[in-house]
């Protein structure tokens, strides 16, 4: 575990009023390992495209909208519409072969010992978002799709977060532009120095030690 400004920072440094504990998660990479799903459906859409995708180069920079990830792949004029279908494709492949990461579960629960609320803001379709969290009995109170980056910081400023956790760079600009705590993991395609260069409070190898972490911070309870 890595800290760029320390692993206790406070609230009152992030926000500078007390509320009710609120923690924003990641989907895709922080909580739940989509590797399999997305490669698989992006094999499906390349055998109905007659495209052979870099599936490995792909999937190693999950993170990012698909849209940016295909680009390259295919003529721009192509992209919005094999967007469309690889998100239809979507539900067939990619929600029974996906898992939660390690740790994820004691970290969500971690925050309920603490009678926190749990928001998950996400890139992905909100639909396929949905259907994972329901095929994995997630644990949330609020999920919330198709935000990325900055972006995300509308969702955790409207939902009162103090927190936000995430495995990407852009995670971490969502998290600051919020001026909420960064918290960040390395499961995803971002190492740690890049996430520290990004501005993250804090950096973990992975979910696994989130539970430590959050038991030690001073923020609110309940």
Request: a negative charge; proline letters at 5%.
């Amino acid at each position: 575990m890595t800290s760029r400004r320390g692993s206790t920072v406070s609230l009152g440094v992030v926000r500078g009023r007390a509320e009710q504990l609120v923690v924003g998660f990641d989907l895709d990479m922080t909580l739940i390992d989509t590797v399999p799903g997305f490669a698989a459906t992006l094999i499906a859409l390349g055998e109905e495209l007659e495209v052979d995708f870099p599936i490995d180069d792909i999937i190693a920079n999950l993170g990012p909208p698909l849209e940016s990830l295909l680009a390259g792949q295919l003529p721009q004029a192509q992209l919005k519409a094999a967007g469309d279908r690889f998100r239809a494709l979507y539900p067939t492949y990619a929600i029974e072969p996906v898992r939660y990461l390690a740790g994820a579960q004691d970290a969500l629960a971690a925050v309920r010992r603490r009678n926190g609320r749990i928001v998950v803001v996400t890139g992905k379709f909100p639909q396929n978002a949905q259907l994972h969290v329901d095929h994995l009995h997630m644990d949330i109170d609020v999920l919330e799709g198709w935000v990325w980056g900055a972006g995300k910081a509308e969702v955790l400023r409207r939902e009162g977060a103090q927190v936000y956790v995430g495995d990407h760079v852009h995670d971490v600009e969502g998290a600051l532009a919020a001026e909420v705590l960064s918290v960040s993991v390395t499961t995803g395609g971002c190492t740690s120095t890049q996430l520290a260069a990004a501005g993250s409070h804090v950096v973990l190898n992975s979910l696994e030690e989130f539970s430590s972490w959050f038991d030690a911070w001073p923020g609110p309870t309940g």
